[in-house]
């Protein structure tokens, strides 16, 4: 029997092109956080070991950004899926006279994300956004609130606008992942007298595991990396109230072009992301996320 | 045959138009046939309000010197410093740009700009401001001239000081007087707002707060240590905090973010540059000029404990790069810019900010005879102060805006906000 070849020959143009675009950069980016590189001081440029890392475990704003970029994930993973998954469902079995309600709920995944961040802005403006007229026309508040200039809203206020513009992703993975179970399937267990609820639970949500899983996965690496919304709303503030890891290292690199502390930051976050996916693709391979691709 | 011949001929005739098409590519610029051109970073050309006004300057300019092209790049005023410096890392740096406060020093600190001494002729350096030529120098040698004058003033709407029954020709000249003006105008119209700080996290936002610190006493970036934790900087930061609790500011806005509402007269007292008045007529298309030099009255920034007024400038100073091509096509550009009778008349004039010309009151006396004018020219500029720019200026400005910002919108006691701005600044040093 022929040994299998451990690479294939046509994929070594593309590991190439990943090495030099990917591997070269990142491993630039390794050396760079052992150096003390300030662009507005180059004659001092010197190798200074882990002295970045060290100040990084000591940096107050880094340990906030860490929290912040957690919150700002999971609120929005959370958030999008939950709301996806019921748009899902709920729009499954759609009438035709309402079938373009689905087309409508897809809208916002297709305005640029820069556009959803002055949208939003505009909208949560304390002196003339519609949110602040009509919540003061409610009564709901007393007075105009600077919801994106406060240490208390701008965090739930970027969240808000980044679900808006996430959960159609959700809407479409999940509306393609319920075409794929089988009708005979569903029709089994309403026989065996399955409620819609149980059904949901016991049918759709395995079927759906594997798309869940996945869903998740982009979403949180793409949350990992939003820097242009968090950036168009709030530039990382007020105070370091919205700042996340990547809009922190953008500040560290293009604001006080401070590369070897960024760089320090940036590998940081990356082992986090790396682990991430890690984690997430060891949970794809396990035994029962395969059996229901298998059933 | 016919076939195979007309499959011989291709490559030959293939090669003979690459051949042309390079030579024609070639050719001007081996034998210097065409025109050189300068590279020029500016945000004037990105901004709707100016962007006319400079496009027609850079055609007149090139008209008067057919030899040289300019190519403009718009980058908005924000992004300049990162823009410029992310091009200098890479190797291709414009041949001029347009650049402003603590921006000029950073730039410089990179090594990238090209000194000017040898390039200035005497005459023109003479015949700008002092202090404005002082401002582009540094470790003696001058690195950037002075395109606009544009200092920071204290604004004030007399109808709206009226209507507050306050005297509209006698604004208030201390911070004390001037927070009971702001409860003044709050009390007969919630509507308007009654000043417009903007305390944003850039360095703009320090630059614009630094006259503020100074009224204060407060000095955040000593020599060689911060100097945050103090009796003045908490007051600084009380005062803050008093603006926005009390609602005499809107938190989180940018300074041209307030300039709508004063061309809309709902902004009480605005802290801005001559260009202000630019903006209003910009805006608001019902004002005529007139109307403007009567509604709006400038004058220097109340003082503080000290009785001093103090602001600093926000000036457009123009900078060569070391690899610029041809530093003296790049030259001729930049003094035309600052000097030209017609650019200014075009561009800085019609701009509604300040030539550098020591004599452009001779000048130009009906554009330069207006009061908002006169008033910074013969008020306002004596009071200007250069905030401690630099290196260390930039590394600091996040840690003391952070601190503005918790006093503003947070509820941590002033002293613990001073002590951590001060941990935060060592990291600076």
């Known amino acids: 029997?022929?040994?299998?070849?451990?690479?294939?020959?046509?994929?070594?143009?593309?590991?190439?092109?990943?090495?030099?675009?990917?591997?070269?950069?990142?491993?630039?980016?390794?050396?760079?956080?052992?150096?003390?590189?300030?662009?507005?001081?180059?004659?001092?440029?010197?190798?200074?070991?882990?002295?970045?890392?060290?100040?990084?475990?000591?940096?107050?704003?880094?340990w906030s950004a860490a929290r912040n970029t957690l919150v700002f994930t999971a609120s929005s993973v959370a958030l999008g899926f939950v709301l996806g998954l019921a748009l899902a469902v709920l729009t499954e079995h759609l009438a035709p006279p309402l079938r373009w309600l689905r087309g409508t709920l897809l809208t916002p995944w297709a305005i640029p994300v820069i556009v959803v961040a002055f949208l939003f802005r505009y909208m949560l403006d304390q002196q003339v956004g519609i949110v602040t007229y009509l919540l003061l026309r409610v009564h709901a508040i007393a007075a105009a609130v600077p919801w994106l200039a406060s240490l208390r809203w701008a965090m739930p206020a970027v969240v808000l606008a980044n679900v808006w513009n996430q959960t159609p992703f959700y809407l479409l993975m999940f509306a393609a992942a319920l075409k794929g179970i089988p009708e005979e399937v569903r029709d089994a267990a309403r026989i065996d007298g399955a409620g819609g609820w149980q059904e949901f639970w016991r049918i759709t949500v395995p079927y759906l595991r594997n798309t869940m899983a996945v869903a998740c996965l982009i979403m949180v690496i793409t949350n990992f990396n939003n820097f242009p919304l968090i950036w168009?709303?709030?530039?990382?503030?007020?105070?370091?109230?919205?700042?996340?890891?990547?809009?922190?290292?953008?500040?560290?690199?293009?604001?006080?072009?401070?590369?070897?502390?960024?760089?320090?930051?940036?590998?940081?976050?990356?082992?986090?992301?790396?682990?991430?996916?890690?984690?997430?693709?060891?949970?794809?391979q396990r035994p029962a996320f395969a059996s229901v691709n298998e059933a | 045959m016919l076939i195979t011949r007309g499959r011989r001929r291709r490559p030959v005739l293939?090669?003979?138009?690459?051949?042309?098409?390079?030579?024609?590519?070639?050719?001007?610029?081996?034998?210097?046939?065409?025109?050189?051109?300068?590279?020029?970073?500016?945000?004037?050309?990105?901004?709707?309000?100016?962007?006319?006004?400079?496009?027609?300057?850079?055609?007149a300019f090139e008209r008067a010197h057919p030899s040289v092209e300019i190519?403009?790049?718009?980058?908005?005023?924000?992004?300049?410093?990162?823009?410029?410096?992310?091009?200098?890392?890479?190797?291709?740096?414009?041949?001029?740009?347009?650049?402003?406060?603590?921006?000029?020093?950073?730039?410089?600190?990179?090594?990238?700009?090209?000194?000017?001494?040898?390039?200035?002729?005497?005459?023109?350096?003479?015949?700008?401001?002092?202090?404005?030529?002082?401002?582009?120098?540094?470790?003696?040698?001058?690195?950037?001239?002075?395109?606009?004058?544009?200092?920071?003033?204290f604004w004030y709407n007399r109808p709206l000081l009226r209507q507050a029954g306050l005297n509209p020709d006698r604004p208030p000249a201390t911070i004390a007087a001037w927070l009971e003006a702001m409860r003044a105008v709050r009390a007969k119209d919630p509507g308007v707002v009654p000043f417009g700080l903007d305390i944003t996290n850039r360095s703009f936002g320090l630059d614009v707060n630094w006259p503020f610190l100074l009224a204060f006493g407060a000095r955040p970036l000593g020599v060689r240590a911060p100097d945050a934790d103090t009796p003045q900087m908490r007051a600084y930061?009380?005062?803050?905090?008093?603006?926005?609790?009390?609602?005499?500011?809107?938190?989180?806005?940018?300074?041209?973010?307030?300039?709508?509402?004063?061309?809309?007269?709902?902004?009480?007292?605005?802290?801005?540059?001559?260009?202000?008045?630019?903006?209003?007529?910009?805006?608001?298309?019902?004002?005529?000029?007139?109307?403007?030099?009567a509604t709006w009255g400038v004058t220097v920034l109340p003082a503080g404990a000290d009785g001093r007024h103090y602001t600093v400038p926000t000036d457009h100073q123009l900078v060569m790069f070391k690899a610029a091509r041809d530093k003296g096509a790049a030259w001729v550009f930049m003094q035309y810019l600052a000097s030209d009778r017609s650019a200014i008349e075009t561009y800085t004039l019609t701009s509604g900010v300040i030539p550098p010309l020591r004599n452009a009151?001779?000048?130009?006396?009906?554009?330069?005879?207006?009061?908002?004018?006169?008033?910074?020219?013969?008020?306002?500029?004596?009071?200007?102060?250069?905030?401690?720019?630099?290196?260390?200026?930039?590394?600091?400005?996040?840690?003391?805006?952070?601190?503005a910002q918790q006093a503003a919108s947070g509820n941590d006691p002033i002293a613990d906000i001073t002590k951590q701005m001060q941990a935060q600044l060592q990291a600076a040093y």
């Open chain 2, 14 to 59: 293939l090669g003979a138009a690459v051949t042309v098409l390079m030579l024609s590519i070639a050719w001007p610029r081996a034998f210097g046939a065409g025109p050189v051109t300068v590279t020029f970073v500016n945000w004037a050309s990105a901004e709707p309000a100016t962007r006319p006004a400079i496009l027609d300057v850079i055609n």
């Open chain 1, 1 to 62: 029997m022929k040994a299998r070849a451990w690479l294939d020959g046509m994929a070594v143009p593309a590991i190439a092109i990943l090495l030099f675009v990917v591997g070269y950069p990142t491993l630039r980016a390794i050396l760079l956080s052992g150096y003390n590189d300030q662009l507005l001081d180059p004659a001092h440029v010197r190798f200074v070991g882990a002295a970045n890392y060290a100040r990084l475990w000591r940096d107050p704003v880094f």
């Open chain 1, 232 to 284: 168009a709303m709030t530039g990382g503030g007020p105070v370091y109230a919205t700042t996340t890891l990547v809009v922190y290292i953008f500040q560290l690199a293009f604001a006080q072009f401070n590369l070897g502390y960024a760089a320090a930051v940036g590998t940081v976050w990356l082992a986090v992301l790396l682990g991430l996916a890690i984690v997430y693709l060891r949970t794809l």
């Open chain 2, 71 to 153: 190519k403009s790049v718009p980058v908005s005023f924000s992004d300049v410093l990162h823009q410029l410096i992310v091009q200098t890392t890479a190797g291709n740096p414009p041949d001029v740009a347009q650049i402003a406060g603590n921006d000029t020093v950073a730039l410089q600190a990179t090594g990238a700009l090209q000194p000017l001494d040898g390039l200035a002729p005497r005459a023109f350096l003479e015949s700008l401001y002092p202090n404005e030529v002082t401002l582009g120098r540094f470790g003696g040698a001058l690195y950037a001239i002075p395109w606009v004058v544009a200092p920071l003033g």
């Open chain 2, 361 to 403: 009151a001779a000048m130009f006396p009906q554009q330069m005879g207006g009061p908002i004018v006169q008033a910074f020219v013969r008020d306002v500029i004596p009071t200007v102060v250069r905030p401690a720019w630099g290196p260390t200026y930039s590394k600091a400005y996040p840690a003391i805006m952070a601190g």
């Open chain 2, 237 to 293: 930061l009380t005062w803050v905090r008093t603006l926005t609790r009390e609602g005499d500011t809107l938190p989180g806005k940018l300074l041209g973010e307030f300039r709508p509402l004063a061309a809309r007269n709902q902004l009480a007292f605005a802290f801005d540059g001559p260009y202000l008045r630019g903006v209003i007529l910009s805006l608001n298309k019902s004002m005529t000029p007139a109307q403007v030099d």
